[in-house]
Structures are given as C-alpha cells and as structure tokens.
C-alpha cells in the first residue's frame, strides 16, 4: 500500500507562485509514477502533470506547459509541482497520484493512489 501526503497549498495572488510537495511511503519511491491532478468546484478531475520513473519524461496538460514543472527527487521519497505566473482558473483542491505499472498517466482511472489533497486559491 502506497501512502501520500500533499503539501504547499496555500492563498496566493494571480502572477504569484507555489511549490506543491508529496510525500510517498509504503513502497520503494523510485518504482513509481507520479502524477498531479486539480478539481475545482462543479468541475471533474482534470490532469496537471505527471513524471516518469526518473526526471527523465515529463508530461503536463496545455493550460500549465510553461508556468508549472514537475521534479521529484527519488532520495526523499517526493514529488514537487513548481506552479509559477498562477491564474484564478489555477484555483483547485490538487491532488498528487502513483502508480505502479506502465502505461498511460494522462488520465485519474490510470493511478492506483491519492492523497488527500491540497487547496490552492489564486486571487485576482
């Protein structure tokens, strides 16, 4: 079982930044994939950003590509979501997701585990 635990939420204005952490334990950090997810309110969950085994691929979806960068770092067990030049539409509880297997990351129904979600507000 595969526990984690998000962090770096918070109240930022728009053009600001927030760092995102997820902390993994229960498995060995370096045999999974990582993804983050947002769901802001009446909306379904929507992917941010997922990384490979190794910092080696990276993938995010088209409204983030250039203001937000997923890292992990395999020696800390963690994964981080850089969120820069933030917009109010960034306004979300974010989740970080593993997996296990390969495969596809794109989607909520490819990942295994959730954590328990962070809230970023972004305002105007």
């Known amino acids: 079982q595969v526990q984690l635990v998000e962090s770096g939420g918070g109240l930022v204005q728009a053009g600001g930044s927030l760092r995102l952490s997820c902390a993994a334990s229960?498995?060995?950090?370096?045999?999974?994939?990582m993804g983050w997810f947002r769901q802001a309110p009446g909306k379904k969950r929507a992917f941010v950003a997922a990384i490979s085994w190794s910092n080696s691929s990276t993938y995010y979806a088209d409204s983030v590509k250039g203001r937000f960068t997923i890292s992990r770092d395999n020696a800390k067990n963690t994964v981080y979501l850089q969120m820069n030049s933030l917009k109010p539409e960034d306004t979300a509880v974010y989740y970080c997701?593993?997996?296990?297997?390969?495969?596809?990351?794109?989607?909520?129904?490819?990942?295994?585990?959730w954590g328990q979600g962070t809230q970023v507000t972004v305002s105007s």
């Open positions: 229960g498995r060995t950090f370096s045999t999974l994939r």
């Open positions: 997701a593993a997996k296990v297997a390969g495969g596809p990351l794109l989607s909520s129904d490819d990942y295994s585990y």
